[in-house]
T-cell receptor
Framework: KNEVEQSPQNLTAQEGEFITINCSYS?????LHWLQQHPGGGIVSLFM???GKKKHGRLIATINIQEKHSSLHITASHPRDSAVYIC??????????????FGQGTRLTINP | DARVTQTPRHKVTEMGQEVTMRCQPI?????VFWYRQTMMQGLELLAY????????DSGMPKDRFSAEMPDATLATLKIQPSEPRDSAVYFC?????????????FGEGSRLTVL
């Protein structure tokens, strides 16, 4: 079992739909990252959160530390939201180095 | 607009050749990471620097890979000799703090193809 698991792996929706991507993790963490990667493009950090909820535009991220679960929501989805969304959790390493453990990513396609 | 800069963006080389990838982290960031992304393995950490000192390079094949930070504005990842299985996209990322408490900023990546 992967330390960080995402679902679904692939998601196709129509423009305007409400999108939810889930992330479950087994590593002990103090924060969790959500990243976005467009096809052939770089990686952008969307959120880093350790509790509760964060909102940025149409994106909302929530985390439940007790249940080791996080969700990324997109309201009023748009074709430009089509990308791979990756959650990542830091696992403590030597000298406090925080090694990020990545989920396998969720490929989101929003059709017009 | 501060950003992490990576060069080259694309590199095609033949097996056995030396490859050097460069990264300029965002000014003031004291943590620098090298990641490799492949279709099969996804994103993997290769090396991690804090204040220019290597803290974790356990994910890096030591016999052919080396990572250094000769100064605060430059991180390098070198592969010698390169092999076809090294074909991947290599990302550099920097952050103002360790990942548990700080946001990460990624470069555009260097796409390496080894023939």
């Amino acid at each position: 079992k992967n330390e960080v698991e995402q679902s679904p792996q692939n998601l196709t929706a129509q423009e305007g739909e409400f999108i939810t991507i889930n992330c479950s993790y087994s590593v002990g963490i103090s924060a969790l990252h959500w990243l976005q990667q467009h096809p052939g493009g770089g990686i952008v950090s969307l959120f880093m959160l350790s509790s509760g909820k964060k909102k940025h535009g149409r994106l909302i991220a929530t985390i439940n530390i007790q249940e080791k679960h996080s969700s990324l929501h997109i309201t009023a989805s748009h074709p430009r939201d089509s990308a791979v969304y990756i959650c990542a959790a830091p696992r403590g390493g030597i000298q406090g180095a925080q090694k990020l453990v990545f989920g396998q990513g969720t490929r989101l396609t929003i059709n017009p | 607009d501060a950003r992490v800069t990576q060069t080259p963006r694309h590199k095609v080389t033949e097996m056995g050749q030396e490859v050097t990838m460069r990264c300029q982290p965002i000014l003031g960031h004291n943590t620098v990471f090298w990641y490799r992304q492949t279709m099969m393995q996804g994103l993997e950490l290769l090396a991690y620097f804090r204040n220019r000192a290597p803290l974790d390079d356990s994910g890096m094949p030591k016999d052919r890979f080396s990572a250094e930070m000769p100064d605060a504005t430059l991180a390098t990842l070198k592969i010698q000799p390169s092999e076809p299985r090294d074909s991947a996209v290599y990302f550099c990322a920097s952050g103002p703090r360790p990942t548990a408490t700080g946001e990460l900023f990624f470069g555009e990546g260097s796409r390496l193809t080894v023939l």
